[in-house]
């Protein structure tokens, strides 16, 4: 039982370039999360799919989209990647909203 | 916006000793509290819950206190072992209002047990 997937783990990009980090989950889950984590701040809530074909904002959703492709899969998509955005991001899901989350490793990403 | 907030930032002891994390939150509309360690290089992993309805909840070494009255909750860490060395966050879903349902974490307190 894998639970949470995310790849890549570690990512450099330049100023500009676009990326998109996958997430996959194998517990049947139906609510799916995206979380940043910067130093000093803890985890900040970027998207959430509370179930199949549904998203929603979070508190950081500036230059970030998502797709929930299906209910396994959660992408987070950043178009134009800026500096701002170097951070340790963080998929999550749980059975339904309101319930605990369960997260995956973690990508690193750094925007130069 | 209303969050979670840690009284300490880093938390040193020895090993066998117990350790006590505190957290406060502000958003009165939270009716489900949950507690996560974070080791490095990896995600938070879930240790112990509590729900508004309950004052105080037991797992195995763990123990968190929640004192609605005034916004705080507790992690108690029996017996400390150097294992138990991470980031331990704090972490709030609101029954209401725009937070609903969501996880909404604090900034996270740093504990190392010194052999």
């Known amino acids: 039982n894998a639970g949470v997937t995310q790849t890549p783990k570690f990512q450099v990009l330049k100023t500009g370039q676009s990326m998109t980090l996958q997430c996959a989950q194998d517990?049947?889950?139906?609510?799916m999360y995206w979380y940043r984590q910067d130093p000093g701040m803890g985890l900040r809530l970027i998207y959430y799919?509370?179930?199949?074909?549904?998203?929603d904002k979070g508190e950081v959703p500036n230059g970030y989209n998502v797709s929930r492709l299906n209910k396994r899969e959660f992408s987070l998509r950043l178009e134009s990647a800026a500096p701002s955005q170097t951070s340790v991001y963080f998929c999550?899901?749980?059975?339904?909203?309101?319930?605990?989350?369960?997260f995956g490793q973690g990508t690193r990403l750094t925007v130069v | 916006g209303e969050s979670v907030g840690l009284h300490l930032p880093t938390l040193s002891v020895q090993e066998g000793d117990n350790s006590i994390i505190n957290c406060a939150y502000s958003?009165?509309?939270?009716?489900?509290f949950i507690w996560y360690k974070q080791e490095s290089g990896k995600g938070p992993q879930f240790i112990i819950d509590?729900?508004?309805?309950?004052d105080k909840r037991q797992g195995q070494r763990v123990t968190v206190l929640l004192n609605k009255t005034v916004k705080h909750l507790s992690l108690q860490i029996a017996a400390t072992q150097p294992g138990d060395s991470a980031v331990y966050f704090c972490?709030?879903?609101?029954?209401?209002?725009?937070?609903?349902?969501?996880?909404?974490f604090g900034q996270g307190t740093i504990l190392t047990v010194h052999p």
């Open positions: 999550a899901s749980s059975p339904k909203e309101g319930t605990e989350a369960f």
């Open positions: 517990m049947n889950h139906n609510s």
């Open positions: 799919s509370a179930s199949e074909g549904t998203t």
């Open positions: 958003n009165s509309a939270s009716d489900y």
């Open positions: 509590i729900r508004s309805n309950m």
């Open positions: 972490a709030e879903i609101a029954s209401g209002g725009t937070s609903y349902g969501k996880l909404t």
